[in-house]
C-alpha cells in the first residue's frame, strides 16, 4: 500500500514537472486583429449588394477578427499558449495601439501577430502580401522579427485559393514609412515581442473582398500564419493533420461586374465563382470523411480543417453544373489546394434571342458606323459560333464578346458602305459552351445611310505647315459634331524622336450644339523647337456623335518655325505699335473694332470683326485715309520689291490681300495676295511684287480681308504686326511638302502630298501668261524659256522655276 | 549642455493648451537635454522627480539625472526600457530579454544601482512573462515561475495580471476585478498616500479604487495613468486610424472624477506622460521630451 502510495506521488511529480517543462517551452502568441468596431477607423469596401456602412458587408475589422480567432483555435491545437487582443467587433473593443502593446508585453508573448489586409487606395488595383516589423529592412529594433516575417510570407504566398498579383513582400516599417521617421506602425512601437504586422492581402482589389467576407478563406489564413508560427518555433513536424482548400469556379462563365462601378480582376477571377457548391471529401473507400459548401457571397471558397494525411477525393457538385471529382494527397501540418472549373449543364440549343441593328423595309436607314449585336440563350462557343457568322456583302471587320460568352459584336474594320444593304446569316451550326448546335439559321439584313465617313474640313498644322514655335495650338474640324469623350487622347503630336508632347488640357475647345462645324482646338503646352520636324497623328476612330469615325489616320508633318525672326535687308513700313492717325478702318458689309496689343514684335492691330454677308462686296479694310499724309505709306513699291508682313491667324480661311493703286489717288487698284488665313498663331508672309507693270510706282492703299469661307469665317479675329519691305532677290521658291513641279512634253504637271487646286504661269517679270484648275497647264503654245510656276495648294501658293523646253 | 529652458519655452507655447485658468495653470514647459538628441520614449521619472530612465531607438535604456543634466547607459537591450519602473529603494528595476534557438524569449529580470552603478539580475532567464512592480518600499519581479521581492518588506505595490488588479498593503496581497474588461488591465500604480490605486482597463478606461476593491471612479478611456499627486493623474489621450496615431495629447485628470482638462492639444503628438517630485515628462511621436510644471487651483 505504502509502495502504492509512493509510486501514485512520483508518478504525479513526474506529472507536474513534465508540464512545466512542456509550459516553459509552449511558444506563447499574442494575437491582434487589427482595426474593429464597423467605425471610423475600420475600413469598408463597398460591394454588390451590400452598401456603404453595412456591416454584413466586407470590412477589414471582420475578416481580421476571423483570422486572428481562426488562428487562435489553430495554434491552441498545436499546443501554443495564446493571447488575443479582441474577440467581438466593437468600437469598445477596439483597443488604442499603445493599450495592444502594453497589453501584448504584459503577457509574456514570444511573439505578436497584428493582422489585417491591405489597400492602396487608389485606382492602381493589385493583390500581395505584405508583412512588416520595427525598424529597417534588415534590420529590426527587436531581433529575430526579420525572420518571423521571412518564415510568414512564403505561406501566405502559396495560398492557391486567390490571385496574386505580384511577389510577397518584407519590409522594415522605417523603411517602408521613410516619411514616418521612425514612428513606424503603432502596434510594433515598444512591443517587447516579436513583432510582425501582416497584410495578407488587399481588400481593395474586389474578389479579394469577396473573398475575405469567407469565413473557411479567413480560416485559411489563419492557417497559414500557423505554419508561418510553426517555423520560426521550428514546430513543423509537431502537428499530424493537415487541411485541403480550393475555389470552385466555372469553367468558363465570367465574373458578373455587379458594382457599381466596373473593377479590374486578374487572371482566374475572371470565372465565375460558384454559390452553395457541395464539397465532399471522401477517403479511399468512397465513405465521406467531411462535407462542406462553397458560400453565396462570390467567391467560391472551400476548406477542409484538420484532416488525417492520406489519399482522398474532392468531389465538387451543383445542380446547375456536371460534378467533378480530384484525388488529393493531404501532409500533416500542410496545406493541400484544389481548384475546380466545373463545366455548366445546357439541356436546350442556342438561339438568338435579340440583335441589332433592327431593320425592317421602309425603316430608315442604318448608321454606317454600326456594329452587330448578337444576344443568345445561352454562353456561346467562339469558334464555332464566329465561323457561322456570314455577312453580304462580305465586311473585314472582329468579334467581340461580352457577358460570358452570351453577346457577340461584330465590329467592321472601316464603316459599312453607303446606300448597301447587308445580310447577316448566323448558320445552325454555331454550338453553345456546351456543344449542342441552333436548331436553325439565324437571318437579318439591314440598309445603310449614305454617309459612312468624317469629312475633314480643315486641319493644323497641315502637311508641310511651317509653324511658329510658341505654344502652337493645333486644330481639327470636320463636317459633323465631334464625340469630344477623351477626344484628345486621339490627337497627337511627336517630336522627330518619337516623343510625345503635351496638350494643355486647361485650353482645349470643343465643338457645341449649334456650331457650324465639329472641331477640337487644343495648344501644346510648351513651345517647340524652330527647325525641328514635328508630327501630328490623327487617329482613324475620331468619330462624330454617331460613331461615323475618320477615313484614316493621319501623320502631318510640319516644321516648327520663329516667325518674329529678324529679316535681313528688310525694312520698317509699318510696325502697328500703336494707333496711326493716318490710318483707318473701313468695312463692308461687316462690323468690326480694332485694338492695339502687345504682338509678336512689339504692338500688333487687333481687330475683332464679322461679316454679315460672304460676298466679293464684303471685307475689312485697312489704309491710310488719302485727306491726310503718312511718309511711309506714300513711299511707292516698283517690280522687283517685295513686302513682307507678320499675321496672326485663327483659321477662318479669310484671305488677306494687299490693295495697290498705280497713281495718287483713286486710281485702278492692282490686288496681292497675302495669304489665306488657313493657320493658327503667328507667321511671316513675304510677297514678291512681280505682278506690277515695270517702270510703274505703286502705292499700298490698303490691308484687306476678304470672306473666304462661309463655314469658317464669318467672325474673327486678326492680328498684323511689323510691315517691312525690301528689293526681292528674284524667284522666290517657297517649300511645300511633296510639291513636285515637271514639264513634260506639252503640260506643266504638279504634284503634291494634297490635292492641288490650281496651277499659273508667270513670266521672270511675275506676269500671268495662262492658268488652270487642278494641276495640269497646257503649254503647248508658249515659247520655250524659263518660267515660274505658282501652284495653289489648300489655298496656299507655292513658286517654282521651270524650263519649258 | 541639456536644458535651455527659457528660450525653448516659447517655441513650445505652441504645444500647450490654454487650461481653464481658474483651476490649472501650465507654469511651465521646456524640452529636456535638446543636445546630444535621440529619440526618447517611455520615460519614467522617480518618486522625487530628480531622475529619468527612457528608452531609445538605437542605444538602449538611459537615465538622465535632471541635477546635473548627465545621462548614463543602463543597458543597451534594445526594449528593456519599454516596461521599467523606479523602486522605492531608488535602484531601477527591468527586464532584458535574450531568445533561445528555438525563438522562445527567456526574460531575466534586473537591477540597476545608481550608487554602485552595477546591475545585478534578480531572477534567472526565464520563459514568459516577467515584469518589474515599483513598491513603496522597493520592488518586486512577477512572473509564472519565479518572483523576486527586493527586501521581505518592500510596502505597498499595484500591478495587473490579466483581467485583474493585485494590490499589495501591509504584506497581504488582495485580488480585484471591479469591471470586465476582455483583453485585461494595465497600467496600476498606488496613489502617493497608498490609500488609492489606479489602473486602466482595456475598453473601459481608467478606474480608481480604494484599498479594498471599491470602485471610486472610472475617469475615462486615457491611457498611461500617473499619479500627479494625492488628487490628480496625467494621462495619455491618443487616437489612432488602426494603423498609425493621429492625435495625442496629455490631459490631467481629477482622480474623484469630478474633473478634467487638456494639457497639451491634440495635434502635439504628446505621449507616455510620467509625473514624479510634482514635475510632468511627456514625450512626442518622434521622442522629444518636456518637462511641465503645472500649478492647481482647487
Known sequence: MKQNIFNLIMAAMVMALTANVMMAQQPHVYINPGHGGYDSDDRNMVIYPFSQGDSAGSWESKSNLRKGLALQEILQKKGYKTSISRVTNTTADDLALSTIVALCNQSGADVFYSIHSNATGTSAVTNFPMVFYRGYTGSPQVANADVLAADLEPYLYASQTTVWTNNYQIWGDWSFRPEWGTQGYGVLRGNRAVANLSEGSFHDYIPEAYRLLGLQYCWMEGWNISLGADKYFDRLDQYDLGVISGNVRDDRIKRLQENPQPFIVYGEDNLMPIHSATVRLLDQNGNEVQRTMTDTLRNGIYTFKYVVPGTYTVEVSEPSHFSQTAEVIVSANAATYQNFYLKRVRDTPPEVVDYSPVWNEGDPAVKCSEQIVLSFNWDMDSVTTCNAFRLEPQVKGSFRWEDSYYRLIFTPDDAFDVNTHYTLTLDKSAEHGGGMAMDEDFVMQFYTQPRNH??????????????????????????????????????????????????????????????????????????????????????????????????????ISFTGVNAGAAKPGMTMFEDFDHENYYLGLYVGYASADSRFETGLLGGAIVIDYHFSRMDSETGLHYGPDWGLEDADWEKPFVLGDK?????????????????????????????????????????????????????????????????????????????????????????????????KVKCDGDYIVASADTWVQGIELLDLNGRVIKSA????????????????????????????????? | MMRKRLSIMLMLVALMLPVMAQQVEVISLSR???????????????????????????SGMKMYDLTNDQIATITTDKVAGNDVCWGGDGKVYFVSSEADENHLIYRT??????????????????????????????????????????????????????????????????????????????????????????????????????????????????????????????????????????????????????????????????????????????????????????????
Open chain 2, 32 to 58: 529636456l537635454f535638446d543636445e546630444p538628441w535621440e529619440p526618447a520614449y517611455f520615460p519614467v521619472l522617480n518618486q522625487t522627480g530628480e531622475r529619468l530612465v527612457y528608452q531609445t531607438d538605437d
Open chain 2, 109 to 298: 529580470g534586473r537591477c540597476f544601482d545608481l550608487v554602485t552603478g552595477q546591475t545585478v539580475n534578480v531572477t534567472e532567464p526565464q520563459h514568459g512573462a516577467v515584469r518589474a512592480v515599483p513598491a513603496t518600499r522597493g520592488a518586486a519581479m512577477r512572473s509564472d515561475a519565479q518572483n523576486f521581492k527586493s527586501s521581505s518588506n518592500i510596502g505597498g505595490a499595484a500591478w495587473t495580471e490579466g483581467s485583474r488588479v493585485h494590490v499589495l498593503v501591509g504584506g497581504e496581497e488582495r485580488v480585484f476585478s471591479p469591471v470586465d474588461s476582455w483583453a485585461g488591465y494595465l497600467w496600476a500604480s498606488l496613489s502617493p498616500d497608498g490609500k488609492r490605486v489606479a489602473f486602466f482597463a482595456a475598453g473601459k478606461g481608467i478606474v480608481v479604487i480604494d484599498l479594498r476593491g471599491q470602485m471610486l471612479a472610472m475617469l475615462g478611456n486615457y491611457e498611461m495613468p500617473c499619479w500627479y499627486n494625492n488628487d490628480y493623474l496625467v494621462a495619455q489621450n491618443a487616437k489612432d486610424d488602426g494603423h498609425q496615431f493621429t492625435s495625442s495629447q496629455i490631459v490631467l485628470l481629477k482622480a474623484d472624477g469630478t474633473f478634467k482638462t487638456e494639457l497639451t492639444k491634440p495635434e502635439s503628438m504628446t505621449m507616455m506622460p510620467t509625473c514624479g517630485g510634482g514635475k510632468i515628462v511627456f514625450t512626442t511621436i518622434d521622442g522629444l521630451l518636456h518637462e511641465m510644471r503645472i500649478n492647481i487651483y482647487d
Open chain 1, 773 to 805: 484648275g487642278g494641276n495640269c497647264l497646257n503649254v503647248a503654245n508658249v515659247a520655250h524659256g524659263i518660267y515660274l510656276v505658282r501652284v495653289y495648294i489648300n489655298g496656299r501658293s507655292a513658286t517654282q522655276k521651270v524650263a519649258i523646253n
Open chain 1, 643 to 739: 513686302l513682307g508682313m507678320h499675321v496672326w491667324g485663327d483659321m477662318s480661311y479669310n484671305d488677306l490681300v494687299l490693295m495697290f493703286m498705280d497713281h495718287m489717288p483713286y486710281t485702278d487698284a492692282v490686288a496681292v495676295p497675302v495669304c489665306k488665313i488657313d493657320f493658327h498663331g503667328w507667321r511671316y508672309v513675304e510677297m514678291d511684287l512681280s505682278n506690277f507693270e515695270p517702270g510703274v510706282d505703286y502705292f499700298l492703299k490698303e490691308i484687306s480681308l476678304k470672306p473666304g469661307s462661309e463655314l469658317m469665317g464669318m467672325t474673327g479675329t486678326l492680328k498684323l504686326d511689323n510691315m517691312i519691305r525690301g528689293k526681292s532677290s528674284g524667284i522666290n521658291e517657297v517649300p511645300v511638302a511633296g510639291l
Open chain 1, 454 to 555: 468624317l469629312t475633314e474640313l480643315a486641319v493644323f498644322p497641315y502637311e508641310g505647315a511651317q509653324v511658329h514655335y510658341k505654344t502652337p495650338t493645333v486644330e481639327l474640324r470636320v463636317d459633323s459634331m465631334l464625340d469630344t469623350y477623351n477626344l484628345f487622347q486621339k490627337l497627337r503630336v511627336l517630336d522627330s524622336e518619337g516623343n510625345e508632347l503635351a496638350w494643355n488640357k486647361r485650353s482645349i475647345k470643343y465643338n457645341k450644339k449649334g456650331d457650324n462645324y465639329g472641331f477640337i482646338r487644343v495648344p501644346l503646352t510648351n513651345d517647340i523647337e524652330p527647325g525641328k520636324t514635328y508630327h501630328l497623328i490623327l487617329d482613324r476612330d475620331i468619330a462624330d456623335t454617331a460613331g461615323i469615325h475618320l477615313p484614316a489616320a493621319r501623320d
